[in-house]
């Protein structure tokens, strides 16, 4: 029987190979550029005095966050297609688990639930709208690493919070 040794190796030797983000780090309010860096100071979004404290730019590539004055006034509408879709999703969930009937106020319950719901995700979906609508503007770039971020063209310090 012949015996068969292996060479041991450093972990130094072994090429690092890094995962490569997906789309769903927007979920976790990523940077939408690289997917790596914290958009926001506070990791915790029901921390409520430090809810939409956002870091000036991506710790990791540096993109900036607040491309100019009002800019996240666009992210309204992304929080919005994310509470019809949560809205549409409790429907769907209690219509198959409980029901609605003509007869009893099973409608009124879920619109309770409902209206629960969204005030209690309403820290984390401000949150994510804002990601979801920097990541319109600012794209995801394979090679971050080498590739400066896009310089500001309108930023105003002046009017910075006059709104």
């Known amino acids: 029987m012949e015996t068969i040794t292996f060479r041991q190796t450093n972990n ?8 490569k983000p997906s789309v769903f780090n927007l979920f976790l309010c990523k940077c939408p550029r690289c997917r790596r860096g914290d958009m926001f100071q506070d990791k915790n979004p029901w921390h409520l005095k430090n809810t939409m404290k956002m870091n000036k730019e991506c710790s990791v590539c540096r993109q900036p966050l607040d491309i100019e004055v009002g800019f996240y006034f666009g992210s309204s509408y992304v929080s919005y297609a994310f509470t019809v879709a949560l809205s549409a999703a409790t429907f769907i969930l209690w219509w198959l688990t409980i029901g609605f009937s003509l ?3 099973r409608i009124f319950y879920w619109l309770a639930f409902n209206a629960v719901f969204l005030i209690a995700m309403q820290p984390y979906l401000m949150r994510v709208a804002r990601t979801g609508w920097l990541s319109f503007f600012a794209w995801y770039d394979k090679n971050w690493k080498t590739n400066l971020p896009q310089p500001l063209e309108r930023t105003n310090k002046d009017q910075q919070n006059n709104w």
Do not use: A, L, R
């Open 12 to 19: 130094i030797d072994m090429p690092h190979s890094e995962p």
């Open 103 to 105: 007869y009893d106020n």
